[in-house]
Structures are given as structure tokens and as C-alpha cells.
């Protein structure tokens, strides 16, 4: 073996030894979540997504599509068949549907709370049509929530969007309601993601400092 054929082999082992840890183990899936107490600032992890930097970029997605289940508000996640978004964060103390097929007009549920409205696109990455589940009480596996700097976790009392599936490459935009206190400092939305007739979601986590 010649000297450069040496160097080549060096090279690709130290490669392999480096990289290992960001490399999907076919046949592994990652533990599954079933219910958010108090522990909902413990790290999550997605169950269908190898975890990876955010700080990379996914191709195709744009600028601010990352790679993993971590982000912020205008991040968009891709769990290998849907796309997601949180767009924009309001408090307020009443909101009117939008996409319902029979809107309604909601408060917060105590006098000391607000309304919190996170204002999502999700879309079909799929070559299949598909319906996502876009529901406040879903499959046992589901955690949606919002949680604040306490260690206390709110689930979502509403999601206003319209039913039906997406072909693909299409979008829906839907808005989540929560009731949290007056002075919760948030700090993550964990939304769950899937499929009406999934058996898992995907779990993605976006930091909401600042609301």
C-alpha cells in the first residue's frame, strides 16, 4: 500500500470515528413520550427524527428551516412528511375563529389568565394526500403544551382550522389555544405532529422567551 493510499485510509477512519454520533442506527427508533407532567422542560425527544445541530439547515427548506426538533417562532421544522411553522405569538382575552366550520368567539377560562394564540402553518412533505391531526385530545402519545418558567404545563383548549386532507405540497393554517396565567413567563410550545391513522407523532420543541 503506497503512502497516499495510507493517508486516504487515515482520513476516512478519523471521518467515521467523528461523525458516528450524527449517523441514524437503521433499525433504532428513539424512546417514546407518552404524557407531560411537570417535566415538560426536560429535553424531548422526537420520536421518527435523528437529533442533529439546529444550527444546519434542512435542503430543501429555506433559510429558516432547521435541522431537529429545537427551534423558535418562524422556524420551520420538516419531521420527513410534514412541515411546520409557529408564526407568531398573541396574549389577549378574546379570539374569534377564523378556519372553524362553526366559529365561536373565546375568553380565557379564568379571570387571572390570558388567551394565548399561536398563530402555526403545517404542510404536506408527503407524495400522498394526507389529513393532519390538528385536535386538542388526540392519540395517548400526544403532548401539546405550553410551559412556563415554573415547571407548570397548559394543555391546548382549542385549535381553530378547517378539516380535511392536503394534497401534496399543499398548506393549512390553524391557530392553538391556551389559557395560561397573567404572569406565566413561557418558555417552549411542544407541538406534536402527525396523521389521522399515525401510531406515533413527532415532537418539536419552539422556545417562546420573550411572551
Known amino acids: 500500500m503506497n503512502t497516499n493510499k495510507i493517508c486516504h485510509f487515515a482520513l476516512w477512519t478519523v471521518a467515521a470515528v467523528v461523525?458516528?454520533?450524527?449517523?441514524?442506527?437503521?433499525?433504532?427508533?428513539?424512546?417514546?413520550?407518552?404524557?407531560?407532567?411537570h417535566s415538560i422542560f426536560k429535553p424531548l425527544v422526537a420520536e421518527g427524527l435523528t437529533l442533529r445541530p439546529t444550527k444546519h439547515n434542512l435542503a430543501p427548506g429555506g433559510a429558516n428551516?432547521?435541522?431537529g426538533t429545537n427551534g423558535k417562532i418562524g422556524d420551520w421544522f420538516f419531521t420527513g412528511k410534514w412541515r411546520f411553522c409557529a408564526v407568531?405569538?398573541?396574549?389577549?382575552?378574546s379570539y374569534k375563529d377564523v378556519y372553524w366550520a362553526s366559529p365561536g368567539t373565546w375568553s380565557p377560562t379564568s379571570?387571572?389568565?390570558?388567551?394565548?394564540?399561536?398563530?402555526?402553518?403545517?404542510k404536506n412533505g408527503m407524495n400522498t394526500s394526507s389529513e393532519p391531526a390538528l385536535v386538542t385530545q388526540?392519540?395517548?402519545?400526544?403532548?401539546?403544551?405550553?410551559?412556563?418558567?415554573?415547571?407548570?404545563?397548559?394543555?391546548?383548549?382549542?385549535?381553530?382550522?378547517?378539516?380535511?386532507?392536503l394534497v401534496p405540497g399543499a398548506a393549512k393554517k390553524f391557530v392553538i389555544l391556551f389559557s395560561v396565567p397573567k404572569d406565566a413567563k413561557l418558555t417552549d410550545l411542544i407541538f406534536s405532529?402527525?396523521?389521522?391513522?399515525?401510531?406515533?407523532p413527532v415532537n418539536v420543541r419552539v422556545s417562546l422567551a420573550g411572551y
Not at 458516528?20 to 407532567?37: E, V
Not at 379571570?111 to 403545517?122: F, K, S
Not at 400526544?142 to 378547517?162: K, M, W
Open 65 to 67: 428551516q432547521v435541522k
Open 138 to 165: 388526540g392519540m395517548a402519545s400526544q403532548v401539546t403544551a405550553v410551559g412556563d418558567d415554573q415547571g407548570e404545563s397548559f394543555a391546548p383548549y382549542h385549535i381553530d382550522s378547517r378539516n380535511g386532507a
Open 19 to 37: 461523525l458516528q454520533p450524527f449517523l441514524p442506527i437503521a433499525g433504532n427508533a428513539a424512546p417514546s413520550i407518552s404524557a407531560i407532567p
Open 88 to 93: 407568531k405569538v398573541v396574549r389577549t382575552q
Open 193 to 200: 405532529i402527525y396523521a389521522f391513522g399515525d401510531t406515533k
Open 111 to 122: 379571570p387571572n389568565d390570558d388567551l394565548l394564540a399561536i398563530y402555526c402553518t403545517i
